[in-house]
């Protein structure tokens, strides 16, 4: 285990008690404490339906199996995300079309999506990466011209917020995911955010086999075919407890921003990328452009300092394969981008430490 983690899940006495009380109720399956989760997950958001699944790639699937994506149709997909974004579109049997990405922020580029749309094209995912916004003013606007969906994919933005709104709320529907490296976990978990009342009972449905309300497993309507996305009582519990310590994960990551924009800032062959804390962004992972990135990650390592590489971008993977001239700034960006460490237990000697190896790596060792 490394001295410094790039992440590791937080949990205490609080999910202990809540699970305890789960397990001696002997409800374990999707049921009050799950509805609790969403209402409070609601609330929190400022939407009206929170839909609680099991992960967030199967939120995605679930947001668009919703709008009857399916055979035929097009998704526009950024070439900077998990594959999963992709994953999800493939499951409904649409084709996801890949567009490059801001060179600043790595977001989905609003000019490549408007040229992507044609006949086919029904929704487009905007991925908020590591808690920064995608230009969802402009891609409204594209949407609405073209008569197609907005799904978000905010896997990695969680109470993080663009022009007053929380991300996640501001499309046709916002897709969520609690796996154990983000800033509230269920375990693994996820969570589908909407304002249209259809839209919710359709995701209802689809979760549950069909079934338009929790059903007993027996006497039960099933008007449509649907699946087994339930998120359990347990897993739920999980997340009420880290909801507990929420105000604090936000300020900490605030802080760890701030710690590396002062102690990167004389670093020219490292850029810390940008977060618009004024404005409500908030940073899951700390991530920078950098030179000779996998030189340096080599040699945090050896320090014991733990962190994670970008994905490579999803046009070069085999299941995806493409050719690269359409995504100039994934191919340029992607090789040098690093997230940092960004664990919710640093500490700022830690953060100074990260920023010192840093710093001797390119003064001395490269030099």
């Given at each position: 285990?490394?001295?410094?983690?790039?992440?590791?899940?937080?949990?205490?006495?609080?999910?202990?008690?809540?699970?305890?009380?789960?397990?001696?109720?002997?409800?374990?399956?999707?049921?009050?404490?799950?509805?609790?989760?969403?209402?409070?997950?609601?609330?929190?958001?400022?939407?009206?339906?929170?839909?609680?699944?099991?992960?967030?790639?199967?939120?995605?699937?679930?947001?668009?199996?919703?709008?009857?994506?399916?055979?035929?149709?097009?998704?526009?997909?950024?070439?900077?995300?998990?594959?999963?974004?992709?994953?999800?579109?493939?499951?409904?049997?649409?084709?996801?079309?890949?567009?490059?990405?801001?060179?600043?922020?790595?977001?989905?580029?609003?000019?490549?999506?408007?040229?992507?749309?044609?006949?086919?094209?029904?929704?487009?995912?905007?991925?908020?990466?590591?808690?920064?916004?995608?230009?969802?003013?402009?891609?409204?606007?594209?949407?609405?011209?073209?008569?197609?969906?907005?799904?978000?994919?905010?896997?990695?933005?969680?109470?993080?917020?663009?022009?007053?709104?929380?991300?996640?709320?501001?499309?046709?529907?916002?897709?969520?995911?609690?796996?154990?490296?983000?800033?509230?976990?269920?375990?693994?978990?996820?969570?589908?955010?909407?304002?249209?009342?259809?839209?919710?009972?359709?995701?209802?449905?689809?979760?549950?086999?069909?079934?338009?309300?929790?059903?007993?497993?027996?006497?039960?309507?099933?008007?449509?075919?649907?699946?087994?996305?339930?998120?359990?009582?347990?897993?739920?519990?999980?997340?009420?407890?880290?909801?507990?310590?929420?105000?604090?994960?936000?300020?900490?990551?605030?802080?760890?921003?701030?710690?590396?924009?002062?102690?990167?800032?004389?670093?020219?062959?490292?850029?810390?990328?940008?977060?618009?804390?004024?404005?409500?962004?908030?940073?899951?992972?700390?991530?920078?452009?950098?030179?000779q990135r996998n030189e340096l990650e080599a040699y945090l390592r050896t320090k014991g300092i733990d962190c994670r590489k970008f994905w490579h971008p999803i046009h070069t993977q085999p299941c995806y394969l493409e050719g690269d001239d359409r995504f100039p700034n994934c191919m340029r960006s992607l090789p040098k981008a690093l997230w940092l460490p960004s664990a919710l237990s640093l500490t700022d000697e830690n953060v100074s430490k990260v920023c010192s190896e840093i710093k001797f790596f390119y003064d001395d060792?490269?030099?």
């Open positions: 285990m490394s001295d410094i983690p790039w992440w590791k899940p937080e949990t205490g006495s609080k999910e202990l008690a809540l699970i305890k009380d789960v397990l001696e109720s002997n409800v374990l399956n999707d049921a009050a404490v799950t509805t609790e989760l969403e209402n409070r997950l609601g609330q929190l958001l400022g939407c009206q339906y929170a839909v609680a699944v099991t992960s967030g790639t199967m939120a995605l699937f679930l947001a668009l199996a919703a709008l009857n994506i399916g055979r035929g149709d097009e998704v526009i997909v950024p070439d900077a995300t998990f594959i999963a974004t992709a994953n999800a579109v493939k499951l409904t049997g649409a084709k996801p079309v890949f567009v490059d990405v801001e060179l600043d922020r790595l977001t989905i580029d609003v000019v490549c999506v408007a040229k992507a749309i044609n006949d086919k094209t029904k929704a487009i995912i905007p991925v908020h990466v590591s808690g920064r916004a995608a230009n969802m003013i402009e891609l409204e606007k594209i949407a609405l011209d073209a008569g197609i969906f907005i799904v978000e994919d905010a896997a990695e933005s969680f109470m993080s917020k663009y022009n007053g709104r929380y991300l996640g709320t501001i499309g046709n529907l916002g897709c969520f995911s609690f796996s154990p490296m983000k800033l509230i976990t269920t375990g693994q978990g996820g969570l589908v955010t909407t304002n249209d009342g259809e839209l919710h009972q359709r995701l209802r449905q689809l979760k549950d086999q069909g079934r338009p309300l929790r059903g007993t497993g027996g006497d039960d309507p099933h008007p449509t075919i649907g699946y087994n996305f339930k998120l359990t009582n347990v897993q739920a519990a999980i997340g009420l407890g880290q909801l507990e310590s929420l105000e604090d994960r936000m300020a900490h990551m605030r802080h760890l921003y701030e710690l590396y924009s002062y102690g990167l800032g004389s670093i020219s062959q490292v850029q810390l990328i940008e977060f618009d804390l004024e404005n409500g962004e908030l940073p899951l992972w700390l991530d920078v452009l950098a030179d060792i490269l030099a």
